[in-house]
């Protein structure tokens, strides 16, 4: 457990960070310095780090996940050999609720001060390959090229008529187009994938799974940083909002369990189609999902379920080192 937090508030262009004090929660100036987004700035907060007095070793640094400017800075830091943290903002948000006012030194103190209050379950942020990075980010596009092209399928369905003949061929052209930017991206993952011999290894072990195809497995390298960040499929589960939470408080309250809306939405999503997937074509969830159904669960708690089992089974196949084996085609 660390003894020293930092607060950082990240800007694309400058960091208020301050030095938590729990002799002084206002945080004055010796606590507070305002630097830049970039190499200069982290060196500044490292020479200010030393003049402290801390060991850096001593010190954890915990920062909002605010997207590309946070994580800049966090590369620049972990070059340092500095611990972090990246903290989602609506934890801290969520923390420092009833409290008024706002402003990047506030948000720096309460950082904080939140980083004090949980340094007993904190641990340091480690950052994804930079290969997986740019997995990612392809995915992102690949994501953003298929709303489009959907749009431009939308417009084709919708304009028939002779008045609107140029909308209809200009949305077929820009279907074409975006067809082959998905097509161009998801060659890209590919190669990325098969250009490293670990990933490849995971892809293959993911892919053997039944229902478990490109998007979902490519989900599964990323949002696991290729399986290090989750040491269980429980956990995992969690992250991506399967786990069911009972909501009950004595005898007044009592809401059953419900799945947490505090989940990573991206891996679900695409985790649902393979789902539906599984229960058409693999015999054994297929009957797991009716028995659920018979059970009187709905669709929706049934088809959970089976998400379950699918990332159970993921988790085990990386666990075990070896394909996944259906062994209910061999039963007698």
Not at 54 to 79: D, Q, W
């Amino acid at each position: 457990m660390k003894e020293f937090f930092i607060g950082i508030d990240v800007s694309k262009r400058t960091l208020d960070c301050v030095l938590y004090d729990s002799d002084n929660r206002k945080m004055g100036a010796q606590n507070h310095k305002k630097i830049t987004n970039n190499q200069d700035g982290c060196d500044m907060l490292m020479a200010w780090i030393k003049e402290q007095g801390i060991n850096k070793r001593k010190l954890l640094v915990c920062m909002e996940h605010t997207g590309e400017p946070s994580y800049y800075f966090a590369r620049l830091l972990e070059k340092r050999m500095q611990d972090f943290t990246l903290i989602p903002a609506m934890l801290i948000k969520s923390a420092f609720a009833g409290e008024r006012g706002k402003n990047d030194k506030v948000d720096a103190i309460r950082i904080a001060r939140y980083a004090h209050l949980h340094r007993e379950n904190l641990t340091p942020t480690h950052l994804k390959d930079d290969k997986i990075l740019r997995i990612k980010g392809l995915m992102n596009d690949r994501a953003m090229a298929i709303k489009c092209r959907t749009m431009y399928k939308n417009i084709m369905s919708e304009v028939r008529d002779v008045v609107s003949e140029f909308r209809h061929k200009n949305a077929e052209r820009n279907v074409a187009y975006f067809d082959k930017q998905v097509s161009e991206i998801e060659k890209e993952i590919k190669h990325l994938i098969h250009s490293n011999e670990e990933l490849e290894h995971t892809y293959r072990l993911v892919t053997s799974v039944t229902s478990i195809s490109f998007v979902n497995a490519i989900n599964f390298i990323i949002y696991t940083n290729n399986f290090t960040n989750f040491d269980d499929c429980r956990k995992y589960a969690a992250y991506v909002g399967v786990a069911p939470y009972e909501h009950m408080s004595g005898t007044s309250i009592n809401k059953g369990t419900h799945v947490s809306k505090m989940a990573n939405k991206i891996p679900k999503s695409d985790l649902s189609m393979a789902a539906k997937s599984a229960i058409q074509h693999d015999p054994d969830l297929k009957g797991y999902y009716q028995r659920k159904r018979a059970e009187g669960k709905s669709f929706g708690c049934a088809l959970n379920a089976v998400k379950f089992k699918l990332i159970s089974r993921v988790f085990a196949v990386i666990k075990r080192g070896t394909p996944y084996v259906n062994i209910m085609k061999y039963a007698s």
